[in-house]
């Protein structure tokens, strides 16, 4: 059945929990909130948007939507196994550095960056940080991996019924993750290369992501065509998870 109050307050709860997400993610060395495993949080966190986009969806009672739904649903379990796998590789490789074994701290892995250079440039990192770019466009839902909202197919999915301001709260929390997923690359792969003001460094992260956002969107939107739901799935359970599981075997056994 529909539910007004689900409906109306799925889109704010969204757009929230990708600004607490923002949070957690240093800008080089500046950090507003520093935990012992705050890619853990992070993770969860994640789920959040595209949880609030399935019940809204649900809450509207379309045919559309219910269809959008399950389709989302796939493409959330399809890159989630590879991101994992990444964020394990990177975990592994700054904890043995550090001696702890395995780490989910962002502050410590851009510490790590800031005395041993980006993890870019580590070659047992690189098959994860392909795999971390492939990954974005799945998880932001972004053309060829907009099975969900597949316009011509399913008139927006999950947005049939959304008009005016939490319709344009939606657009604007999609583009916020394309932000999140960017500046987490940022931290994750090209640390340790900051000026050490807070400004400088923002606008480097910043620029930065907008070339990110080129590579792994703008330029596999211009030259594939969307994928079926089942395409979505096998792609990022083996080409995707394939690169990160080889990254994740190279960093256990410190290679």
């Known amino acids: 059945a529909a539910s007004r109050t689900m409906f109306l307050m799925a889109p704010l709860v969204g757009l929230a929990a990708l600004v607490v997400i923002q949070l957690f993610i240093p800008v080089f060395t500046f950090t507003a909130f520093s935990q012992v495993a705050d890619i853990i949080v992070i993770l969860y966190l994640l789920l959040i948007p595209a949880m609030s986009a399935m019940l809204g969806g649900a809450a509207s009672g379309s045919p559309y939507a219910g269809v959008g739904l399950s389709r989302e649903m796939v493409t959330i379990i399809s890159c989630e196994l590879p991101l994992v796998l990444v964020l394990l590789a990177i975990g592994k490789t700054v904890g043995d550095a550090m001696g702890t074994g395995l780490t989910f701290s962002m502050t410590k892995i851009a510490e790590y960056q800031i005395h041993n250079g980006s993890l870019i440039l580590h070659p047992s990192m690189i098959p994860a940080a392909i795999a971390f770019l492939m990954t974005i466009p799945g998880e932001t839902g972004n053309h060829p991996f907009d099975a969900a909202e597949a316009e011509t197919e399913i008139c927006e999915g999950l947005l049939a019924e959304y008009s005016g301001a939490p319709l344009g709260i ?52 211009a030259v594939t065509a969307r994928l079926k739901i089942e395409q979505i799935f096998k792609y990022y359970w083996t080409v995707v998870t394939g690169l990160a599981l080889i990254s994740l075997v190279l960093a256990w056994y410190g290679l």
């Open 170 to 221: 939606f657009k604007l929390s999609h583009a916020v993750k394309m932000l999140t997923l960017t500046s987490m690359f940022v931290a994750l792969f090209l640390g340790g290369i900051g000026t050490g003001l807070l400004v400088v460094d923002g606008i480097i992260v910043f620029a930065l992501c907008v070339v990110l956002t080129a590579v792994s969107i703008s330029f596999v939107h």
